[in-house]
């Protein structure tokens, strides 16, 4: 099976999610508007055209951290 063109990792501690495409980190998101401006920029203005997004640690809801395990 080919890696996913892009992929959304986890938020890091401070809340952000590397955006990786085609190989390539583009770089750190704050929401789903800055994921939207990546793949914008990485040839992909509508999102009708977007290849599959695999979201890692949450889908496009979810930017912050997980809460660490109790103890």
Same mark, same amino acid.
């Given at each position: 099976?080919? %890696? ?6 986890? #938020? @890091? =501690? ?8 085609? *190989? ?12 939207? %401006? ?6 992909? #203005? @509508? =999102? ?8 890692? *640690? ?14």
């Amino acid at each position: 099976m080919a %890696e996913p063109r892009v992929i959304v990792y986890p #938020p @890091d =501690e401070t809340g952000t999610r590397r955006v990786r495409v085609d *190989g390539e980190i583009l770089g750190r998101a704050y929401g789903l508007g800055d994921v939207v %401006e990546f793949l914008r920029r990485a040839g992909w #203005p @509508d =999102e009708e055209d977007w290849p599959p997004i695999e979201w890692r *640690g949450g889908g496009p809801e979810v930017w912050a951290p997980e809460p660490p395990a109790p103890g």
